[in-house]
């Protein structure tokens, strides 16, 4: 069993200039190193920036009657839940597409102003429009590992999508039920997203950066910005780029 330390030295030479960063993970490929979901959250904290604000996805992608702000558990692996659960967050009010959001900038995103995962006003068009946002990939890859990439599909209205809406009931902060319908920009049936080719573009174009480490843990990280911009870019030309 690897120790700690070893874990920490992982990342205390990734050096990102943004301020807000998004932690996708799948902490099964850390099953060697010898650490406790708060110690990795603390590896994080400190090799990345105590100034830092860090953003954890909290995805609920199964049907569901109901979704509560503050109970309903992230389906994005124990490391989103136990920052959920025990860390000073706010959590974006979106039934499918929630993030928890630490640090001192957390104010900052917003949190509650559409009804569309990706929509105008999202949490997530905050994330893909800012310069200052960098997503980070560890132990899962492409796909899993940069879901901002959904927000240019909505953003150009790709004709392979359609609005669908979400019958789950969604309650607030206050554990008040909101009267209004919420929507997915979802794929219709027939089309299949080729992720492999906007990877592989992102690589060419030297934004999405692999981060090699001795333990070969999968690891890497691009700026959301500069990585939107592109990829609207492919879609405007060729519509069919991501199917």
């Known amino acids: 069993m690897k120790k700690k330390n070893d874990l920490y030295n992982i990342f205390k030479n990734l050096k990102f200039k943004e301020d807000f960063l998004i932690i ?21 904290k400190d090799t990345f920036g105590k100034n830092k604000t860090l953003i954890f996805p909290t995805f609920n992608l199964k049907n569901q009657k109901k979704w509560h702000l503050n109970r309903s558990v992230s389906e994005s692996g124990s490391l989103s839940e136990f920052v959920r659960k025990n860390k000073k967050i706010v959590r974006s009010l979106n039934p499918i597409h929630s993030i928890v959001i630490y ?18 006003n999202s949490s997530w068009e905050w994330l893909c429009e ?17 879901t901002f990439c959904h927000y240019s599909e ?32 979802a794929r219709k049936k027939g089309f299949i997203n080729n992720w492999t080719r906007c990877e592989k573009y992102l690589k060419k174009k030297k934004i999405l950066i692999q981060h090699k480490n001795e333990y070969n843990i999968p690891l890497f990280s691009m700026n959301t910005s500069l990585a939107t911009n592109h990829i609207l870019k492919k879609i405007y030309k060729n519509k069919k780029f991501l199917i």
């Open 103 to 120: 640090g001192s900038k957390k104010n900052q995103i917003p949190i509650d102003k559409c009804l569309s995962s990706f929509g105008p």
């Open 24 to 44: 996708h993970s799948d902490i099964l490929s850390l099953y060697k190193f010898n650490f406790t979901l708060n110690s990795l959250f603390k590896i994080f």
């Open 154 to 185: 909505e953003k150009a209205k790709v004709f392979y999508r359609k609005y669908k809406e979400i019958n789950t009931l969604v309650y607030d902060s206050k554990n008040k039920l909101i009267d209004k319908k919420f929507t997915f920009f």
């Open 130 to 146: 800012n310069k200052n946002v960098r997503n980070i990939s560890i132990g899962i890859g492409f796909v899993g590992g940069a």
